[in-house]
Each structure stands twice: as C-alpha cells, then as structure tokens.
C-alpha cells in the first residue's frame, strides 16, 4: 500500500524544488558560521541592482550600417534644417552625439554651434556663378570658365583641376570626412557632392574610399558605436545607450568589453586589464627574477647563476668574480683571502633592492597562479557541457519521477559565471592593493583593513564555487531519486549562494574600494543572467517622414550600394573612447533585503563556449 503511494507521488521539478528552498531558508554549508549562512541566502534583487548601471546594445551590420547613419542624420536635419552635408559635419565634430548637439544649440546658440564645427554661417549658392565671364583661378592663376570652376558654402571658388587635386590629396591622407576650404584660414567644411562629383570623374576609386570614410565615419567617430573586435572580422559593429562601461556580446558570439575592446575583464577596470595582459605578455618578470637570482659578470655582462655554496664563482667566458660583491677577482679572493674587495661592509641600498625584486616577484606568482588555476578550471569545466547532457538523457529515459533536469544546466551556467569572476577577481587584487596604481590614494592601514575585506568575500566565493563545482561532476545518471533529489537541492542551493556572493563582492569593489579613490575606475557591472546580447538594430519611420528628407535618392542609391561591402573591405579599428561621464566611478545602491528572485537565464562565457 504504502509503495503504490510513493509510484502515485507526483513529478518533483527544479522551480518547485527552488521555491522550497526560498521558503526554507536553507544553506548548505559547514556549520561553521550560521550568521553568514542565513545572510547569504537572502533573496536576490536582480533588476534592482542591474538597473543602476543602465546600457542596451543593438548591432549594426553591414546593411544597416546606414540606415543607423540617416537616423541620426534625419534627426539633425529636420530640427535645425540643415543640408545633409552639413548635418553630417556638424554630427561628425560633436562625435554623432545627437544629445549633445541639442544641448550645446541651448547653450551657446545656432550661430557658435555651427562656427565650432565648420558651417558657414552664411549659405551661398554653389552651383556656380551667374555671370559668364571668367572665374580667375587664385591657386593655379589661370581664367576659367564659370562652368570649370566651383565655388563652396564659404564662398571661395577655385577652378575644378585644384579643387580635384587638394580632394584627391586629402583622400589619401585619410582626411575625407572633414576636407576643410583650401582657402587660407577658411574653417569652413568642403561639400561632400562637390567633392563626390570631382573625383569621381579623375579617380573612381578615390571616390568609393570617399563615400567609404564618409559612411564609416558613424563607426570611427562616434564613442556610442565600437566594430566588434572578433577575428577573423564578423563585420558587425555595436552601438550602445546608456552606459558605457559595459560587456556586451556581439550575435557572432565575440563578448568583449565596451569601453576598451578587449575580452570581458570584469571586475578588474579597463587599465588594470591591460596592465595585467601587458605584465603576463613581456618579460618583466623573467628580468625581475633574474635580478633576484642572478648576477651579471663584470667581463661580458651575462646573468651568472650560482650553482654552489662558493662565493667565487666562474662564468662561461673564463672570469671569475666575487658573488657577494660582483667585483672581477683573482684565485686569491676566496673566505681566508679577500683582496682589493670589501664584502663585508654592508650596503642598503642594494639589499632592499633585491629584497623588493623578490617580494614583488612572489606577490605576483601568487596572484598569477590563482588567476591561471581559476582560468584552467573553466576549460576544464566547459568538457561537462556535454558529458551532463549524456548523463541528462539517460536520467530522462529511466523510471524517475524526476523529469525536470534543467537545475543541472542552471547550475552549470552558473558554474561559468561565477568562475569567470573569481578568475579574474585576483588581477584586480594585484593592483587594487600593490603600488602600482593607488599607491598615495590609500594609506597603510586603509590598505590592510580593504585587502582583508575584499580576500574574506572572495574566500567565501572560492569555496562555494568549488563545492558547486563538485556536484555538477558527479554521475546523478546512476543515483536513486532520494540521492538526484539531495544533490538537486545542493546545486540549487549553491546556485543561490554563488550568485549572492559575486553581487557582494561587486558591491565591495565599486562601493568601497574604488568610489572612494580619487583616480577613476570604473568597471562593467556583474549581470545575474550573463553578459547582454546585442538586438537586431531596428529603424523604421514612415513615408512622410522619408519625403521630409533634404537628400536626394539618388545619392542614397549610390551609397546603399557601397554599404553592403565597405564594412568588408576595412578592418576594424579597435580604440577606447572618451566619454565626459568619466569624472567618477559609479557608485552601486546597496540591496534591498527583500527584492525579487533568482534568476537562472545565463550565458555561457564566449572562451568557455569555444572549447565546446
């Protein structure tokens, strides 16, 4: 009786599993520190702390390159009633920051605004003038026609030929998105038909570069818009509102950082990153540890290692030195015999020297070491991909009243996350507390009190994440129900735990390590359900506002021809950006105790699912 009312039990699944363990309250852990037990399994404030750093990111393939383009060109057309010329030089000075724009015309005025950027303030009639009689050239001295010669906005007007060879000149010297007048102290910006009708007629390739720089130029000169840094090139740039400060990943797959272009690196700040890569790159710590271990012989100069306890050693060139004092000796220098040498005599400065070089070297093969361990868990990590989808199907094809495994996913998901974190957690560490970036911003104590913080939150996310790691690897295919359901409750759990755990350890990082520096650094924020992935940029406006548009169709066609292949053609150029809403890092609202719930919509780590 009492077995056909356990075969009569319903189906046990994840969400229902999940929600129990809310309600219960529950941490499995040692028993070792019940407070902090409790305090990490507080419900998690997802969309409260993700929206207080705010950013969505569309991508801009080749084809919508210009459409992206016209939108911000309509925008500035319409409310200053400007040519698209002008539009596009006005846009290009102001980085295409269409904002920025609106609130510099309040500031300072149509007539400053336009002047800043190259607008002649004064429109004149360009198609060339009226009168028939001859246009003296003032370049080349020679009477033109007025058919030959064209005049621009600012009202020089130069014969054709000179005008031809100045653009073709500034083509070539990658100066086509702003040809300014070639007349002396003209500020004022060439129009770009002036310059497409010329050129085209001498030197047709010229003339694509030229409508190329121009329709690219909402890439290369716009802080909002970044090609995405993927090799080989997917071709795709990514433009984002909001902040910039921010990991994004591209519908290709490449996740990198906004703000540098490199490989997601969060929580170390785009400087410590690159510092990291450059100091794992060069060989400054194999000279580090050769100043340590070495002495250079005072003949040839080469590093000599001492492979005995003499301290008169021999290098490979035949002369022999004192190691002690690195002075060129006889056979007589030896421990009852010093000549011409004063080992003895101590000298400070050398000692802590080398005593430094060492200490420096140590500190960094204990950071570099943990960073590397934590790298290589992942790879390795990233192979039970598809060892747990073997094990999930032969669990679903057995008799179990368990028929919902996504908590296994989840939990893997989550695995990557948080070892991506913890991994890069200590190149942050490196620089946060050594003296290479901060070294007057905190004193002694301040640095002490913030290290044993910061190391007591990533100790407790290195254990958890381990014994999350543990139960993902064990073989639950061949478990009963009672032991699939523990350990479905321990990777719940754990998920839960890992999760509050890197939120704690973001809010430290931006709150109380950085915030209070005076140097700023910002870092991308920690996302619960992984890194953003770009939409689909979608423009439309409808036929009205179309035939509102000053440009002329057929140069649309011409350029729309181009734009399918530019994007091909150039590589991208990979540049931080400057931005104003640099001046001080952002600062995150502590959580709510009683915010929403856990969240398990993850991604996997781009390098964890190129091993795949």
Not at 73 to 88: D, F, P, S
Not at 125 to 150: I, K, L, M, Q
Not at 280 to 295: M, P
Not at 331 to 353: A, L, Y
Request: glycine share 6%.
């Amino acid at each position: 009786m009492g077995r056909g009312a356990e075969e009569a039990s319903p189906p046990v699944s994840s969400s229902e599993l999940e929600q129990e363990e809310d309600d219960d309250d529950c941490y499995l852990s040692d028993q070792e520190d019940d407070a902090l037990e409790e305090s990490v399994l507080q419900v998690l404030e997802d969309e409260h702390l993700e929206d207080c750093h705010w950013s969505s990111s569309s991508v801009i393939t080749k084809e919508s390159l210009l459409l992206a383009q016209r939108e911000d060109l309509r925008k500035v057309i319409e409310l200053l009633g400007l040519r698209e010329h002008h539009a596009r030089t006005l846009l290009i000075h102001y980085r295409w920051d269409v904002e920025r724009i609106f609130e510099l015309l309040d500031q300072k005025g149509s007539d400053r605004l336009f002047s800043a950027a190259g607008i002649p303030l004064q429109y004149t009639n360009n198609a060339g003038p009226s009168s028939s009689t001859e246009v003296t050239c003032d370049v080349c001295y020679e009477d033109v026609p007025p058919s030959a010669a064209s005049e621009m906005d600012c009202g020089h007007n130069y014969c054709n030929d000179c005008w031809t060879e100045y653009f073709i000149v500034k083509i070539n010297e990658g100066q086509s998105r702003r040809v300014r007048c070639m007349a002396p102290k003209c500020n004022a910006i060439c129009d770009e038909a002036v310059i497409r009708k010329l050129v085209i007629a001498r030197r047709p390739d010229l003339a694509e570069r030229f409508e190329r720089f121009l329709l690219e130029s909402y890439i290369e000169d716009n802080d909002t818009v970044k090609w995405c840094p993927s090799i080989p090139h997917c071709g795709n740039a990514i433009r984002v509102k909001g902040d910039i400060y921010c990991e994004v990943e591209c519908t290709c797959g490449c996740q990198f950082c906004f703000n540098c272009s490199l490989q997601a690196h969060s929580p170390c700040s785009c400087m410590m990153w690159e510092l990291w890569l450059k100091k794992c790159r060069d060989e400054s710590e194999s000279v580090n540890w050769i100043t340590v271990n070495t002495k250079p012989c005072p003949k040839c100069h080469k590093p000599v290692e001492k492979n005995g306890g003499c301290n008169l050693v021999a290098c490979i060139c035949g002369q022999a030195f004192c190691w002690l004092c690195g002075g060129a000796t006889g056979r007589d220098h030896t421990w009852s015999t010093i000549s011409g040498h004063s080992c003895g005599r101590f000298t400070d400065d050398q000692t802590k020297k080398t005593e430094q070089a060492r200490r420096d070297l140590y500190r960094y093969m204990h950071y570099h070491n943990r960073y590397k361990a934590h790298t290589d868990s992942l790879k390795q990590e990233a192979k039970l991909k598809n060892d747990i989808q073997g094990k999930i199907s032969i669990s679903e094809n057995k008799e179990s009243k368990i028929k919902d495994y996504s908590w296994v996913i989840n939990g893997l998901n989550r695995l990557f996350r948080s070892r991506r974190v913890l991994s890069y957690s200590y190149p942050f560490a490196f620089y946060m507390f050594g003296g290479e970036i901060f070294k007057d911003e905190m004193t002694p104590g301040e640095r002490e009190l913030k290290q044993n913080l910061f190391e007591d939150q990533q100790q407790q996310l290195e254990f958890n994440v381990e014994r999350l790691s543990g139960f993902l690897e064990k073989d639950f295919q061949n478990f009963t129900d009672d032991e699939v359901i523990d350990t479905m409750k321990h990777v719940i759990n754990l998920s839960n735990v890992v999760d509050r755990l890197c939120k704690q350890m973001y809010q430290c990082i931006e709150n109380d390590l950085l915030y209070p520096l005076r140097t700023p650094h910002n870092i991308a924020p920690y996302k619960s359900k992984g890194l953003d992935r770009a939409s689909e940029l979608d423009i439309s406006w409808d036929s009205t506002e179309q035939s509102s548009q000053s440009t002329k169709r057929s140069q649309d066609e011409h350029r729309s021809q181009h734009a399918s292949t530019i994007l091909g053609k150039r590589g991208p150029e990979l540049h931080g950006s400057s931005s104003d809403n640099r001046l001080r890092p952002h600062k995150r609202d502590r959580p709510d105790a009683n915010g929403g719930g856990t969240l398990f919509d993850l991604n996997v780590p781009a390098e964890v699912a190129d091993k795949i």
